[in-house]
C-alpha cells in the first residue's frame, strides 16, 4: 500500500492530486484535514533548541561514570556452564 500526504493550497474550492500512473482505474480514499498552524512562542523555541543542542552531550561526571563502569567490567572473568 502506498499512501500519499500532501499538504495543498485550496483555490477557488479546488485541490488538484496528482498521482502516479499506476494509481489508474484503482479505488482510492481521499481524507480531507484542515491543517492547523503551529504557533511556537519564544519560550517554546528557545526550550527547543536547548533540548536540541543537549542531544548526545555528556557532562564530566557522565564521563567519569562510564569509565568508571567500563574498569569495573573490564575485571569481570568469563565463566563457563
Avoid: Y
Avoid at 495543498?8 to 482510492?28: F, Y
Avoid at 523555541?45 to 564521563?63: F, M, P, Q, R, Y
Amino acid at each position: 500500500m502506498n499512501a500519499i500526504k500532501q499538504i495543498l493550497k485550496v483555490k477557488n474550492d479546488k485541490i488538484t492530486i496528482h498521482l502516479d500512473p499506476e494509481m489508474n482505474n484503482t479505488r482510492v480514499e481521499v481524507i480531507i484535514l484542515p491543517v492547523l498552524p503551529k504557533r511556537l512562542n519564544k519560550d517554546t523555541k528557545e526550550a527547543g533548541l536547548k533540548d536540541l543542542l543537549n542531544i548526545g552531550v555528556w557532562s564530566d561526571s557522565d564521563i567519569q561514570a562510564m569509565e568508571e563502569t567500563s574498569k569495573k567490567i573490564n575485571l569481570w572473568t568469563i565463566q563457563s556452564f
